[in-house]
């Protein structure tokens, strides 16, 4: 039998303590915890990111408020935007939420923002201690599709130690940070992209398979072991031959769902973990005030 690996029920098992820890720190500071999103221009894709996020705001008991800035921002004006918000104390998390229009260095923008307010994950200090964290050790921070899926592998007793992973796709927001994650796990790793000879090999050496390409059906029945668990981190939009609009990641789901072990589905597996991490960063940077 293969498992589905359903974000649901993962975020069920850890809606309890994320709601508690909401409410432990509007009990102290007396406001719940804060994330301010920065969305620039109307990117219809991102729209859908805002509307998620913002909905699960309100199940935690998160003030998450959205500045909408004109496509037509400059960087200085979007950076003293940045600025102002590290400085404000009542804003805990910034997301600046990408891409950005072309006048943008969305790099110095990202780098604008307080680490600790970083709970995006995409500030060159986070990805920095990501990457040096103390041997047989896990990092705390990170870019919250990754630690999503890890939150989903563990959910669903997948074993990482020893084991073969292979990544497709070596994004800076999900290929890169999610071999560092399975590294520090103990995985053996191995970063594929579209310069990858003999790829399909590759990708069947895999025990662990994260597809993060963009690429639809990039994953077939083929390239798959058996018993291998599947991630699909894909989100490609298209209209199908009868006209409906579709939403479905990189893996052949129907054909690899029969071979894997265990697979995420598209909607419903990784997305919304990304969503449910951000909510997790976001009140532990509000509770992080608490302690000091
Ligand atoms: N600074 C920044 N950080 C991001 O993390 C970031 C970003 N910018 N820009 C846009 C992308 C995209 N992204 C999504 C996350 C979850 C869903 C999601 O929840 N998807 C659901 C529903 C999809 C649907 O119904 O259309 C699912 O897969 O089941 C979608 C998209 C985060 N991104």
Known sequence: MTTIMKAK???????????KDAAQVKATIGREPNLTVLLVGDDPASAIYVRNKQKRAEQLGVDSQTLHLP???????????????????????ILVQLPVPDQIDDDAVINAIDPS??????????????WTVPKNSQET????TPLGIIKLLDFYGIDIAGKNAVIVGRSNIVGKPMAAMLLNRGATVTIAHSQTENLHEVMRRADILVAATGRRHMVTAADVKPGATVIDVGMNRFIDENGKKRLVGDVDFDAVSKIAGAITPVPGGVGPMTVNLLMAQTIRAAAAKISQ
Do not use: M, S, W, Y
């Open 9 to 19: 029920t993962a975020i069920a098992a850890l809606e309890e303590q994320l709601q």
């Open 71 to 93: 496509a037509d921002t400059t960087q200085a004006a979007l950076l003293a935007k940045v600025h102002e918000l590290n400085a404000d104390d009542k804003v805990d998390g």
């Open 117 to 130: 307010k970083d709970v995006d994950g995409f500030t060159l200090q986070t990805t920095g201690r990501l």
């Open 141 to 144: 921070v990170g870019p919250c």
